[in-house]
């Protein structure tokens, strides 16, 4: 079975940094496209960030683009959300994400399987 846990959420003022981690279990995350996602209370559950399967390169939303990172480290199976100049409208729960394909997917229903989220909070 396929477990997604995401940490590094936190409270930071704007400007600042946080990485997220996602780890994984059941699911070597080099061989999938894994993606980063958040959702605001009433929102719809945004695409942040993907990266595909066997290297098969990046996609980034454009809110976030030049300031957010995705990558990993296989060894540790784990896949990171390096996030930059946080701004108070990155304030959301992120989720991470995994595809059962190595190609890349922006939409949600793309993704089988998904962590319970961590909460960023940037404050103004």
């Known amino acids: 079975q396929v477990q997604l846990v995401e940490s590094g959420g936190g409270l930071v003022q704007a400007g600042a940094s946080l990485r997220l981690s996602c780890a994984a279990s059941g699911q070597t995350v080099s061989s999938v496209a894994m993606g980063w996602f958040r959702q605001a209370p009433g929102k719809e559950r945004e695409f942040v960030a993907v990266l595909g399967g066997n290297d098969e390169g990046t996609i980034y939303a454009d809110s976030v683009k030049g300031r957010f990172t995705i990558s990993r480290d296989n060894a540790k199976n784990t896949v990171y959300l390096q996030m930059n100049s946080l701004k108070p409208e990155d304030t959301d729960v992120y989720y991470c994400?995994?595809?059962?394909?190595?190609?890349?997917?922006?939409?949600?229903?793309?993704?089988?399987?998904w962590g319970k989220g961590t909460l960023v909070s940037v404050s103004s």
């Open positions: 994400a995994a595809r059962r394909t190595s190609v890349k997917g922006i939409t949600r229903g793309a993704y089988g399987y």
